[in-house]
């Protein structure tokens, strides 16, 4: 019987082990992630949220279990890592054939930044330079996008933009997406799914079922936030209720 590639996840993770030195940082974690989802994965420092994106993007190695990963691929960090060297446009060509230069310029038009396409990277702002990043990544059509905390080093204005950009542009290519966040307000924001990552397993995995675009002030993004904090470890008290007011109170 012939399978329908299209019906198999883009991750397939089973019991995944890491170690370093006594202390195993994965162990026996198990995660699929299909084909177009976007799954958000938070966990306190430590906890071996990057550790997992790192051994799914091929920078560091496993110590048993079972990975597997579509070969195109790409991530996306923190830092935008840009070469100051090169140009915008270069930057997001960057080991690619010379004759993908009107991809790049089509992705630079994707994140708004097509007419900075011959600026040097140290004019940016950091926000630009972020979405020159998220160009480079996209240009290599992955089937796979790793975000690395992206939006940490932005301000708050900038990081909700860049927030907005990304979901439009991932709805749009549709790659699996694994987004890691210390942000539990930006993985109900973006993910289709949300996990929690704790003493290397999974906890929590959940569908998001709350329709777009999301409100924090909406009581189910309110109550699956608590949720996700409380799997945290953080006590996040319900919001409160206004006090009644006495009958005497109402009399005019």
């Keep these: 019987m012939t399978t329908d590639p299209t019906s198999e996840p883009a991750v397939r993770v089973r019991g995944l082990r890491r170690t370093f030195g006594d202390r195993a940082v994965l162990d ?31 920078l560091d190695g496993d110590d048993g279990g079972e990975v597997l990963v579509p070969e195109a691929r790409t991530i996306v960090f923190q830092e935008p890592r840009l070469v100051p060297s090169k140009r915008v446009l270069a930057n997001v060509t960057v080991a ?75 709805r749009r290519h549709r790659p699996a997406v694994l987004l890691v966040t210390h942000d539990v307000e930006e993985a109900v924001r973006l993910a289709d799914r949300v996990a929690v990552l704790r003493d290397g397993r999974l906890v ?3 569908t998001i079922d709350i329709a777009r675009p ?3 002030g909406d009581p189910a993004f309110a109550a699956l936030r608590r ?18 007011v006495p009958a005497e109170a109402g009399v005019i």
Excluded at 140 to 158: G, I, K, N, V
């Design 96 to 170: 690619l054939p010379r004759n993908r230069s009107a991809d790049g310029l089509r992705a630079l038009a994707e994140v708004g930044l097509e007419r900075h396409a011959e600026a040097w990277p140290a004019t940016l702002s950091g926000g630009e330079a972020q979405r020159v990043a998220l160009a480079r990544a996209l240009v290599r059509q992955p089937e796979l996008l790793l975000l690395d905390e992206p939006f940490a080093a932005l301000d708050a204005l900038t990081r909700l933009k860049m927030q907005d950009l990304v979901g439009e542009l991932c």
């Design 204 to 206: 929590t995995d959940e």
């Design 214 to 216: 999301r409100d924090p």
């Design 227 to 244: 949720r996700l904090l409380a799997d945290l470890g953080v006590d996040a008290p319900a919001p409160s209720l206004p006090s009644p």
């Design 28 to 58: 026996g974690l198990r995660l699929d992630i299909a084909r177009g989802e976007f799954v958000a994965l938070l966990g306190a420092s430590g906890s071996g949220k990057t550790t997992l994106l790192r051994i799914l993007g091929a």
